[in-house]
């Protein structure tokens, strides 16, 4: 079972080939250092013994938080790393403050929506042709705490 933990700069090598992996438009290693030590950014990774799995992040602007990122490794995807991290990353956003939670998803990531509806997301939109590279669209997904609508 993977251990959820913060980010170390030690992980930035890991955590940026993993997004290069897995996303079309990656961040950078130097954009994980430069995001990684922001007061309003919290960034989370999964570590099996030495390895990095997979990682997330948060950004937080007063009760809001926007997820940006929730990528595991594609040797490990499917196992519910993503899951764990994910439960992970809400509840740290939730003791910053956080109420509601946002993020865009590529409509044809079928999985990652079903990991959102999970955790208690639902679609609230459409951003048509968000992913530049592809053309493809994103939902808008949210999640708002209950009692604070």
Known sequence: MPQIRKMKADDLESVASIAAAVFAAPWSKQGFA?????ENACFLVAQEGEE??????????ADEGEILNVAVSPAFQGRGVADRMLTALLVEGERSGVHRFFLEVR?????????YQK?????????????????EDAYVMNRIDAGTE
Do not use: T
Request: aromatic share 12%; charged share 10%.
């Open 34 to 38: 430069e995001a990684l030590p922001m």
């Open 52 to 61: 990095i799995l997979g990682y997330c992040g948060l950004f937080l602007a």
């Open 107 to 115: 409509v044809s990531n079928v999985a990652a929506i079903r990991l």
């Open 119 to 135: 955790h208690g997301f639902s679609i609230q939109g459409i951003r048509k042709n968000f992913y530049a590279e592809s053309q």
